[in-house]
């Protein structure tokens, strides 16, 4: 009876152990997304012209998707959009990682283009070691002129909503590994210009491969519907949109990647900008 008894105290001390420590790892994680939501919730940049906002809801508890906004000493909007291998917290490190590469080579940097350049410099081994990549699409926007310039490092493209025409397509190709696929690597950026009410979409795997309980994905043309059918709404209705759209395809199927959208609408016309007919201005390497 003696033995018994000091045998059920040690099962019992150690049950309480274990919930003690799985509280604190509860506390942990919540302190950790809070953390994370509080970086990706940072202040969306306002501008004459046009406006710009961003959302990402991960699929756990924890996401690796980022996006990020920079305003620039001269006026531009510096935005990124990436996707880091892997999902939960090992994501989520990397994705902070990420982040502060990014905002030390916005600080530093001329464009997107030596942006991705500096940032695989500064990332390159770390991913190496942890045997990871990033994607990355990084962009500036001038609304003073409408210019948008943009460098890609192994991420989809970005969607281009062209107002007038009410057409929507991938913009001008340019490509680049993903951030920690190889060292030393210079990026090439291209130049559009942009017209009232023209929208670029950034988006990551997420929404086009959300599954609904038949397996089948909700891909690309159906997200293109989407745009083409809220198009002349307000970004965040728009985001909204999109967001109703995946929910209603999926309808309760639990979430299997983590959802992130960058949505940039141009709202003013300017006078330079009518005078312009091609959409390509330049390619650079940075």
């Known amino acids: 009876m003696h033995k018994y008894r000091l045998t059920f105290t040690h099962r019992e001390t150690t049950a309480d152990n274990q919930q003690i420590m799985d509280k604190t790892l509860q506390r942990e994680i919540n302190l950790a997304r809070n953390i994370q939501t509080q970086l990706l919730n940072g202040k969306t940049p306002t501008f004459e012209g046009g406006e710009v906002t961003g959302s990402s809801l991960p699929a756990r508890l924890i996401g690796g998707d980022y996006y990020d906004f920079y305003p620039l000493v001269n006026g ?11 999902k939960g917290i090992p994501a989520a490190m990397l994705m902070i990682l990420t982040r502060g590469a990014f905002r030390s080579a916005a600080e530093s940097t001329n464009g997107p283009a030596e942006t991705l350049t500096a ?21 500036d926007y001038d ?11 192994g991420h989809h493209l970005p969607l281009y909503i062209n107002g007038r025409d009410k057409m929507v397509e991938e913009l001008p190709k340019v490509n680049g590994i993903m951030i ?3 060292p ?6 291209i130049s559009i210009q942009l017209n009232e009410q023209d929208i670029v979409f950034f988006y990551t795997d997420g929404i086009v491969e959300a599954q609904n309980k038949d397996g089948e994905q909700y891909k690309l043309e159906r997200l293109i519907q989407t745009l083409l059918e809220n198009h002349e709404k307000s970004v965040s209705e728009i985001e909204k949109s999109v967001m ?43």
Request: hydrophobic fraction near 35%; glycine fraction near 8%.
């Open 184 to 189: 030393n690597q210079v990026y090439k950026e």
């Open 180 to 182: 920690g696929g190889l």
């Open 143 to 153: 609304p003073k002129t409408g210019v948008f310039t943009y460098a890609n490092a």
């Open 76 to 86: 531009k909007i510096r935005i990124v959009v990436g996707d880091v291998m892997g």
């Open 119 to 139: 940032m695989n410099q500064a990332l390159y081994e770390d991913l190496r070691t942890l045997k990871s990549f990033v994607t990355l699409i990084c962009a």
């Open 244 to 286: 109703d759209s995946i929910r209603q395809f999926t309808q309760g199927v639990p979430q299997k990647d983590d959802i992130t959208m960058v949505i940039l609408k141009v709202s003013k016309q300017k006078p330079d900008i009518s005078s312009l007919n091609s959409p390509v201005i330049s390619e650079r390497e940075g």
